[in-house]
Structure formats: structure tokens, C-alpha cells
Nanobody, 113 residues
């Protein structure tokens, strides 16, 4: 499965972005998808997950600001990011919640102060 993340960019602190992740095949039977991020010099971290039924979970650092969703008919997972902070700057990736697919190139999010 190929995963293509898009929607990143440069935004000022307090701004918003919506990321999309398109899968090359159906994600309907994948129980949990997730969004990850990796900041320079840091390990990749899981920031949000969503089950096939729509139950979402978030890292404490993004809770209340980020919203994950999925559209199984479009094989796409989304991440709505509001109230962005400079510490959200990272390359964002999507994958299963266990990271079982090949990692795509990700999409760069840069938040300026």
C-alpha cells in the first residue's frame, strides 16, 4: 500500500491546516489508521489514531487542537490542525496505528512564531 500525505505548508502560530493521506487501496478493513510526526532530531511520534468505527485518540500534546477523520469510500484519512504552535513543526506521515505499511514521504508542516 502506498500512502501519500499532502496539505502541509507554512503557517503562523494560531493558524490552521488540513492534512490528507490518500491510500492506494481500500482502507475499509484496516482497523486503526494514524497520523505521525517527526521533528528534526526527534523520533517519530504517533499523534492521532482513528478506528474503522470512527473512535479517535490523541497524544496529549495535540488533544483539543487536532481532529482526525477518515473517509473509507475515498481511502483517505484527514488531520485537521487548529491553534497550531511552533512545536508542531514537523514532517507529518500517515500509516496504520502500528506502522505496518511502508512510510511515504510525508508532508512538511512549519509553524512560525
Amino acid at each position: 500500500v502506498q500512502l501519500q500525505a499532502s496539505g502541509g505548508g507554512l503557517v503562523q502560530a494560531g493558524g490552521s491546516l488540513r492534512l490528507s493521506c490518500a491510500a492506494s487501496r481500500s482502507i475499509f478493513n484496516i482497523n486503526a489508521m494514524g497520523w505521525y510526526r517527526q521533528a528534526p532530531g526527534k523520533q517519530r511520534e504517533l499523534v492521532a489514531t482513528i478506528t474503522r468505527g470512527g473512535s479517535a485518540g490523541y497524544a496529549d500534546s495535540v488533544k483539543g487542537r487536532f481532529t482526525i477523520s477518515r473517509d473509507n469510500t475515498k481511502n483517505t484519512v484527514y488531520l485537521q490542525m487548529n491553534s497550531l504552535k511552533p512545536e508542531d513543526t514537523a514532517v507529518y506521515y500517515c500509516n496504520t496505528a502500528s506502522g505496518s505499511f511502508n512510510w511515504g514521504q510525508g508532508t512538511q508542516v512549519t509553524v512560525s512564531s
